[in-house]
């Protein structure tokens, strides 16, 4: 018989501001949205930060015409969970590369946002499985983690540092979402009608995949409610924590 899975620990909620940084506009809703949802219905302040538009996410579809209606259903996508500010840093989709100038355009973010929680995707070489993950969520989610310490250092990025722009330090911890090595997760039970809308919204993307009599709403309680479990709840989202200061 195989062995049970961990029990979750419960997520902190004692947090005001958060920015999500992710590579691609549907990588929220694969999962992450209902938290988003819950957050937000709390009355806390968050921000979607997409690296790309998704331009290369839709095989029949030119790149200059995807990036417009994908950046237009990350928007309605947000909205559906109660998030009004999308910022979309416009790097090419499909050929991001961990380094500098990646951890340079996500610093900036941090520090224009001043967020108490980052939240970015899983970036874990699999899913868990032998499933492989994305190269772009990959270089995403390790850059993401340098970009919140350079945030906070005056001697990194200087040229950030004008009109107004400061240091923000003040990141408590990074979470990775969908993670196959989570620890934590927060109930989503009330919130997942709203997750699943969420992931809906963004028809022309899914329709572009071409998968046959796939259903947003059975792929997303699969997964919800496996974490639920882990939590005692119906459903659940899960987390990796990366703590960002000394101590924790």
């Given at each position: 018989m195989a062995d049970a899975p961990e029990p979750l620990e419960a997520l902190p909620e004692d947090w005001s501001r958060m920015l999500c940084v992710v590579a691609h506009p549907d990588?929220?809703?694969?999962?992450?949205?209902?938290?988003?949802?819950?957050?937000?219905?709390?009355?806390?302040?968050?921000?979607?930060?997409?690296?790309?538009?998704?331009?290369a996410g839709i095989d029949g579809m030119h790149p200059d015409e995807a990036r417009a209606v994908r950046e237009a259903e990350q928007v309605e996508s947000a909205r559906v969970v109660g998030v009004s500010i999308v910022e979309f840093l416009g790097l090419q989709d499909g050929v991001i590369e961990y380094g500098v100038p990646l951890r340079r355009v996500i610093a900036e973010?941090?520090?224009?946002h001043r967020p108490d929680i980052v939240v970015t995707g899983n970036f874990r070489d699999t899913w868990g499985g032998r499933n492989l993950n994305q190269a772009d969520h990959i270089a995403v989610g390790k850059a993401v983690l340098d970009a919140v310490r350079d945030?906070?250092?005056?001697?990194?990025?200087?040229?950030?540092?004008?009109?107004?722009?400061?240091?923000w330090g003040g990141v408590r911890a990074v979470w990775a979402a969908n993670s196959p090595d989570s620890t934590h997760g927060v109930d989503t039970t009330d919130t997942f009608d709203a997750g699943?809308?969420?992931?809906?919204?963004?028809?022309?993307?899914?329709?572009?995949?071409?998968?046959?009599?796939?259903?947003?709403?059975?792929?997303?309680?699969?997964?919800?409610?496996?974490?639920?479990?882990?939590?005692?709840?119906?459903?659940?989202?899960?987390?990796?924590?990366?703590?960002?200061?000394?101590?924790?």
């Open positions: 990588d929220l809703e694969f999962g992450a949205a209902a938290a988003i949802a819950r957050w937000s219905g709390q009355g806390k302040d968050i921000v979607y930060c997409m690296v790309t538009s998704g331009e973010m941090v520090r224009k945030a906070g250092n005056r001697w990194i990025f200087t040229d950030q540092l004008t009109d107004g722009l400061e240091p699943v809308d969420s992931l809906v919204a963004h028809a022309a993307y899914i329709e572009g995949l071409g998968w046959e009599d796939w259903d947003p709403r059975e792929f997303l309680e699969g997964f919800g409610r496996q974490t639920g479990q882990r939590l005692g709840v119906a459903f659940g989202a899960a987390f990796e924590v990366f703590p960002m200061g000394w101590g924790e």
